[in-house]
Structure formats: C-alpha cells, structure tokens
C-alpha cells in the first residue's frame, strides 16, 4: 500500500508541474511551506514502511482510505488544469465552486487528513498515525492561512457559507481556527 501512495505522489508530482506550466501568469505564495510539506509527506511514507513492516495489517482502514482518495481526484478534476501542489493563483481567475467545492472550501485537504491518519493505521504503524495526524494538522493550518490569503476576496465571498473541512453546519471560528467556518459563529 505504501508503494501504491508513493507511485500516486509521483503521479501527481508530474501533473502538478504539467498544471503549472498550463497556467500562465501563476503566481506562487508559500513556495517554502510546500517543500515542508512535501518532505513530511515523504517521512510518513517512509515512516509506515519501517514501523509497519511486520505489523499486522488493519484492512478496516482500507476503506476510508480509498475514500480519501476518490475525494482528492474528485476535488483535482473538478480544478483541472488549476490543480496543484504549489499554491498557485492565477490573478483574475474565478474560484472554483463545482464538484466537492460545492460543500467545503478544502476538499482535498480533507483527504490528505483521512489518507495521514489511515495509511499508517492500515500499515500497522499506529506511532506513524499518531505523528503523521498531529504533523499534518499543523502543516495544514498554515497551508490553508497562505492559500485562503493568495485567494483573495473573490474566494472568500464565493465560499464565505462553505466550511472548511468538514460538511457541517456547526463548524464555526472566531479565533483564525482554519478548520472551521467563519460565517457560523457560536
């Protein structure tokens, strides 16, 4: 399984520099943040390698774990050619609001959450769970800070009703919390 996720990173390596050489005029923001995240990513493969590699496996994660990755492609197809790796904006360009973005403001987000909390379990790995989840929260709060700020006001009133994450109405924030939505305050 980890070697199926690692030939998916190096696919999605290759379509993400295909994107961006497609989007003329991009502008990149937290080029830095996506090196870390990037080499973390690596680390947890790595990670659910070594520690799972006599592990009994736990096929109950199997499940989301395919299902996070049915999110991530819906959420890349429904960008196309603005998918990316990178943080990436195309100065003018419309959000946008189809496909998975129709419910949350960070689809594939969500599966990079469900796919660093999985992956480990079903590897048998369950430290690498643990670590990758904790890391993983704090790498993505600040990615969403740095995308949601390179968006701009067009994105912000497009998805202003939109969580971020979860498909809830209930998620709300009034302290920066980027996991939650900030037009529905407690």
């Given at each position: 399984?980890?070697?199926?996720?690692?030939?998916?990173?190096?696919?999605?390596?290759?379509?993400?520099?295909?994107?961006?050489?497609?989007?003329?005029?991009?502008?990149?923001?937290?080029?830095?943040?996506?090196?870390?995240?990037?080499?973390?990513?690596?680390?947890?493969?790595?990670?659910?390698?070594?520690?799972?590699?006599?592990?009994?496996?736990?096929?109950?994660?199997l499940a989301p774990l395919l299902g996070?990755?049915?999110?991530?492609?819906?959420?890349?197809?429904?960008?196309?050619?603005?998918w990316n790796v990178r943080v990436l904006?195309?100065?003018?360009?419309?959000?946008?609001?189809?496909?998975?973005?129709?419910?949350?403001?960070?689809?594939?987000?969500?599966?990079?959450?469900?796919?660093?909390?999985?992956?480990?379990?079903?590897?048998?790995?369950?430290?690498?769970?643990?670590?990758?989840?904790?890391?993983?929260?704090?790498?993505?709060?600040?990615?969403?800070?740095?995308?949601?700020?390179?968006?701009?006001?067009?994105?912000?009133?497009?998805?202003?009703?939109?969580?971020r994450l979860l498909p809830s109405r209930?998620?709300?924030?009034?302290?920066?919390?980027?996991?939650?939505?900030?037009?529905?305050?407690?």
């Open positions: 399984m980890v070697a199926l996720v690692a030939l998916e990173r190096v696919f999605e390596v290759w379509l993400s520099r295909r994107n961006a050489r497609r989007l003329r005029g991009a502008v990149e923001a937290g080029a830095g943040h996506t090196r870390v995240m990037a080499l973390f990513h690596l680390a947890v493969l790595v990670a659910c390698a070594l520690e799972g590699r006599r592990a009994r496996k736990h096929r109950f994660a996070a990755q049915m999110l991530r492609y819906w959420a890349a197809a429904s960008l196309g050619d603005r904006m195309v100065p003018g360009a419309q959000p946008v609001t189809n496909g998975p973005y129709r419910f949350l403001r960070h689809p594939n987000y969500l599966a990079v959450i469900v796919e660093m909390l999985t992956l480990p379990i079903y590897c048998g790995a369950p430290w690498t769970a643990l670590f990758a989840t904790l890391g993983n929260a704090v790498l993505l709060a600040g990615r969403i800070r740095i995308e949601e700020a390179a968006l701009g006001g067009a994105y912000a009133a497009a998805f202003a009703g939109r969580p209930r998620s709300h924030v009034g302290d920066g919390n980027p996991f939650g939505n900030p037009a529905h305050r407690a």
